[in-house]
């Protein structure tokens, strides 16, 4: 599974940007897909995830409110729209996906996910 992430860009704080995951190769992502992000001298963090049996969704909570995820079977992509962009949401954002099911415990965390993407980098000006 190759995962490709895009959509990134540089926005002013209180602007939107679409991010998209799209997943290729012999199988595809089939439990779930997640996005993390990491700034410049940080660790990488939970941004949010969605089940693809039943598009359960779940949200850090610094972007719960305004951010979405969501999910195009037919297009096997899925989407993080964000709304209300601040300039803490600067970041690289990856997403990540895993095949079969975990306990939700791990959806929050790197080690519950097998493929990554190669992050695309979103930035906020003030």
């Known amino acids: 599974v190759q995962l490709q992430a895009s959509g990134g860009g540089l926005v002013q704080a209180g602007g939107s940007l679409r991010l998209s995951c799209a997943a290729s190769?012999?199988?595809?992502?089939?439990?779930?897909t997640g996005w993390f992000r990491q700034a410049p001298g940080k660790e990488r963090e939970f941004v949010a995830r969605i089940i693809w049996s039943d598009s359960s969704t779940s949200y850090a909570d610094s972007v719960k409110g305004r951010f979405t995820i969501s999910r195009d079977s037919a297009k096997n992509t899925v989407y993080l729209q964000m709304n209300n962009l601040k300039p803490e949401d600067t970041a690289l954002y990856y997403c990540?996906?895993?095949?079969?099911?975990?306990?939700?415990?791990?959806?929050?965390?790197?080690?519950?996910?097998?493929?990554w993407g190669q992050g695309t980098q979103v930035t906020v000006s003030s």
């Open positions: 190769g012999r199988t595809f992502i089939t439990y779930t």
């Open positions: 990540a996906g895993r095949q079969y099911y975990v306990n939700s415990y791990y959806l929050r965390r790197e080690s519950g996910y097998d493929y």
